[in-house]
């Protein structure tokens, strides 16, 4: 998708960034993340989807990766309830 577009893409173009997006990410799992043997993928990700989304999705991804290794290593959130200490 060009960078340069003023509007927002619209349904289509969004379903389509959507589509290569998964495609790239569904690649990279069956790939050991291995960006190499996902180039195809990756092209069309960055081609379909704006600069803006595929930083926001990368960033999303690679948090969503880290809960996920957190709560597989035992990671127990906290309640919340905090009180201050002086």
Request: aromatic residues 12%; charged residues 35%; proline residues 3%.
């Amino acid at each position: 998708m060009d960078s340069a577009a003023a509007e927002a893409p619209n349904a289509s173009q969004r379903g389509d960034c959507y589509v290569a997006r998964d495609a790239f990410y569904s690649c990279m799992l069956k790939n050991s993340e291995k960006v190499e043997a996902c180039k195809r993928e990756g092209k069309e990700f960055h081609s379909k989807c704006l600069p803006s989304w595929v930083k926001h999705f990368d960033k999303r991804r690679v948090y969503e990766n880290y809960k996920k290794k957190l709560e597989e290593a035992g990671y127990q959130p906290l309640s919340g309830n905090f009180e201050k200490t002086e």
